[in-house]
Each structure stands twice: as C-alpha cells, then as structure tokens.
C-alpha cells in the first residue's frame, strides 16, 4: 500500500498519468470500462490498450491521446 492508503504504486508514466487522474483502480475501471484483472493485465502489456481507453484517458486527462502514447 502506498503512502496515501489507496493499495495502488504506480510504475510507469502511464500508469502515474492514470493514478493522477482516476486516483483508485476502482475508479479507473470505471471509466475505461475493464475489469480489475484486465487493468491489471493491461499494466504489465501497456502496448494493448485501446483506442478508445486512451481517449477515454486523454479526455479525462485533458492530453492529446498522441501524448499519452508517448508514455508507453
């Protein structure tokens, strides 16, 4: 568990880009519409996100889906 009691220590860019945004996987699941497993699964591939993930995450984000692509 990380310092803020949520469960959840980002690894990557991309992963920190979600946590900032979404702030619990709960959450995040949600939005992205997956499961808990496939976030999960998603984390340790990050190349197998969707487009429309990534513009579901730009939009809440406010970045180009070209800029969270980078973080990949």
Do not use: H
Request: hydrophobic share 35%; aromatic share 8%; glycine share 2%.
């Amino acid at each position: 568990m990380n310092d803020k009691g949520r469960g959840w220590i980002p690894q990557t860019k991309l992963q920190t880009l979600i946590f900032s945004t979404y702030n619990t996987k709960k959450f995040a699941c949600i939005k992205m519409n997956v499961s808990p497993t496939t976030l999960r699964r998603l984390f340790k591939n990050e190349e197998r996100f969707t487009i429309n993930q990534l513009q579901t995450l730009a939009i809440d984000s406010r970045l180009s889906v070209c800029e969270i692509t980078k973080l990949i």
